[in-house]
T-cell receptor, first 115, second 116 residues
Framework: AQSVTQLDSQVPVFEEAPVELRCNYS??????LFWYVQYPNQGLQLLLK??????LVKGINGFEAEFNKSQTSFHLRKPSVHISDTAEYFC?????????????FGQGTILTVHP | DGGITQSPKYLFRKEGQNVTLSCEQN?????MYWYRQDPGQGLRLIYY???????QKGDIAEGYSVSREKKESFPLTVTSAQKNPTAFYLC???????????????FGPGTRLLVL
């Protein structure tokens, strides 16, 4: 079985400061990893995904994430946040060999950017 | 513009009542999914469909039913057997099903179900 753990349920940060949202995963098989963002009362939007190749993945809105296989982590980073980045962020994985596109989600991290 | 629509935005259910949540996509995607979101628990898969006239149970299918009679539509019925239905329900779709798992899932805006 696989699981995703987001280590912080809430992350407050000031505008223009850097931020890191932490995600660890557990899986006995190879994985694909995703970060989604959810604005209040809306659906989820893909920020970025790691499938293979370079372990540093760049996404939309200036976000990037680094896949670390030895530490089973996929932390999301942004060097300078804006008020508009306030949202909930979800890390998710797809386990290799699964016969359909099932995603396992973490519990979510609420990022609040203060002026 | 292509996308996923869900209706209604808010839905109220009375005790013992079945209610149906609508999900329509015009992305020409083969696969569709229903998730339930509860605060602090992330998203959990209820049902998924890889192709028309076929669907499979996800992790928390008890008390729910679905149909997939058309490629673009995947309605979810919350039955009276679902004892704790209050949640935010999200529909998603992806271009192809299958083993790759590489396909991005696109999400609708969600339906919030409340119990009276």
């Amino acid at each position: 079985a696989q699981s995703v753990t987001q280590l912080d349920s809430q992350v407050p940060v000031f505008e223009e400061a850097p931020v890191e949202l932490r995600c660890n995963y557990s899986s006995s098989v190879s994985v694909y990893l995703f970060w989604y963002v959810q604005y209040p009362n809306q659906g989820l939007q893909l920020l970025l995904k790691y499938l293979s190749g370079s372990t540093l993945v760049k996404g939309i809105n200036g976000f990037e994430a680094e896949f670390n296989k030895s530490q089973t982590s996929f932390h999301l980073r942004k060097p300078s946040v804006h008020i508009s980045d306030t949202a909930e962020y979800f890390c998710a994985l797809h386990a290799g060999g699964t016969s359909y596109g099932k995603l396992t989600f973490g519990q979510g991290t609420i990022l609040t950017v203060h002026p | 513009d292509g996308g996923i629509t869900q209706s209604p935005k808010y839905l109220f259910r009375k005790e013992g009542q079945n209610v149906t949540l609508s999900c329509e996509q015009n992305l020409n995607h083969d696969a569709m999914y229903w998730y339930r979101q509860d605060p602090g628990q992330g998203l959990r898969l209820i049902y998924y469909s890889q192709i028309v006239n076929d669907f499979q149970k996800g992790d928390i299918a008890e008390g729910y039913s679905v149909s997939r009679e058309k490629k673009e539509s995947f309605p979810l019925t919350v039955t009276s057997a679902q004892k704790n239905p209050t949640a935010f329900y999200l529909c998603a779709s992806s271009r192809t099903p299958g083993r790759t798992g590489q396909e991005t899932q696109y999400f609708g805006p969600g339906t919030r179900l409340l119990v009276l």
